[in-house]
């Protein structure tokens, strides 16, 4: 049966069979795509002239074409403009509708499980990117305008104002654990605006392991998230508040001290399942301002890794900054919206954003590996740039 937006060609080729990948397919190779959709029973019953695995690496396309319209993000992803321009009468590109239609069978579930297979930490050990061999990573949240429809702002809600008036756009809120030394984003969950980043937390824990140092900010500690962390096998580095209580247990050499944190006042007064840590206290001056820094840290022995040490790696927490802005302004761009207009799309497109942004930084890591140099020294806008060229000049490609 024909549908709607195409044209039958005489031959028996598909669209299909000429997608061109570039570095998608190279980081999320075809036989994974494949097995992902099976898994998560995203497959189709019979043929179609957007098949599912075409679909993925579209998503994919949409975070490196974010300003451009769904007809033309599909051109960039076909065989070339050349292998168009030979066939005109018999091909015509698919619709808008159609394309909607082939993203909604799609789903959501098929890009958040291809991005936790994945999504794994790849830097080599270098001095920005690892303390006493341990690697860096930071946890943190952002938030990404989304379309202004009913059923986004009922599922994700939008930011307040101190007036009467609300947000231009719904925003969803993501968290993300990023590998400091490559700016690979590791692991991620989404939830509405409104959903504490500190709740959200929980869905990463299973991406820590014992090779990392993991750092937060003051707003992530809780005894249960701190104690369950360190289970992991993971160190931490985290800031707390400068009003929290920690006892002066030992004073150690470097000027940082031992101390305990616990559940709450009554199991700190009875020493009821004690997590020891190590305190580190410094101020950091910008002239006419002084911050004050607490450090929490399981890493208990200054003979392995000193207080200063430890003060310059938290510095490298603020890499997940300039990670996010990577993604949502040079990638995404900036004041650009997420074009989704349903809560699954909107699902769908954000995991769009990481896996692309994971492949351009793969890339980058090779690059780097390569020619000996720092991965955070090659330029991430120029490597997006030609991934972007690469989309419309690439080989042929068959799943």
């Not at 997608?19 to 036989?31: D, I």
């Not at 019953?45 to 769904?70: D, F, I």
């Not at 999504?119 to 949240?141: C, E, N, Y």
Request: aromatic share 8%; proline share 5%; charged share 20%.
């Amino acid at each position: 049966m024909a549908r709607s937006g195409w044209v039958k060609p005489e031959r028996t080729e598909r669209l299909s069979d000429h997608v061109s990948l570039g570095v998608l397919a190279k980081v999320f190779p075809p036989s994974m795509v494949n097995e992902v959709i099976a898994k998560v029973g995203a497959g189709e019953q019979r043929s179609r002239l957007l098949p599912s695995w075409m679909m993925v690496y579209y998503v994919m396309a949409l975070a490196l074409h974010a300003a451009a319209s769904y007809e033309e993000v599909m051109r960039s992803l076909l065989g070339g403009l050349q292998w168009i321009s030979h066939r005109t009468s018999e091909w015509t590109m698919p619709t808008k509708a159609a394309i909607f239609k082939a993203r909604t069978r799609l789903g959501s579930a098929v890009m958040i499980e291809l991005f936790d297979q994945v999504a794994k930490p790849f830097g080599p050990q270098t001095q920005r990117g690892f303390l006493a061999g341990l690697r860096l990573v930071s946890v943190d949240g952002t938030t990404m305008d989304i379309a202004d429809t009913p059923a986004n702002e009922q599922a994700y809600g939008r930011p307040g104002t101190n007036t009467n008036f609300k947000s231009a756009y719904p925003q969803a809120r993501i968290l993300g654990l990023v590998e400091c030394g490559t700016h690979a984003i590791i692991g991620a969950v989404t939830g509405p605006y409104s959903m504490a980043e500190n709740d959200m937390y929980l869905g990463l824990q299973h991406k820590l392991d014992p090779s990392m140092l993991l750092m937060a900010d003051r707003g992530f500690f809780s005894y249960r998230s701190f104690k369950d962390s360190a289970a992991t096998g993971a160190q931490l580095l985290w800031r707390v508040r400068g009003n929290m209580v920690l006892p002066v247990l030992e004073e150690l050499e470097d000027g940082s001290y031992l101390s305990a944190v616990y559940e709450g006042t009554k199991q700190r007064r009875n020493k009821v399942d004690p997590v020891p840590v190590r305190v580190v206290e410094y101020t950091v001056s910008n002239g006419a301002e002084a911050s004050e820094f607490r450090l929490l840290t399981t890493l208990l022995d200054p003979g392995g890794v000193s207080a200063q040490e430890l003060a310059e790696a938290y510095a490298k927490r603020w890499e997940i900054e300039l990670c996010f802005k990577e993604m949502k302004t040079h990638q995404r761009g900036p004041s650009v919206v997420l074009r989704s207009k349903t809560p699954e799309g909107v699902l769908q497109e954000i995991y769009g954003c990481l896996c692309t942004h994971y492949a351009l930084r793969t890339l980058i890591g090779e690059v780097a590996l390569e020619f000996g140099e720092d991965p955070l020294r090659v330029s991430f806008t120029r490597t997006l740039r030609a991934a972007r060229r690469s989309m419309a000049g690439q080989p042929g490609f068959s799943p």
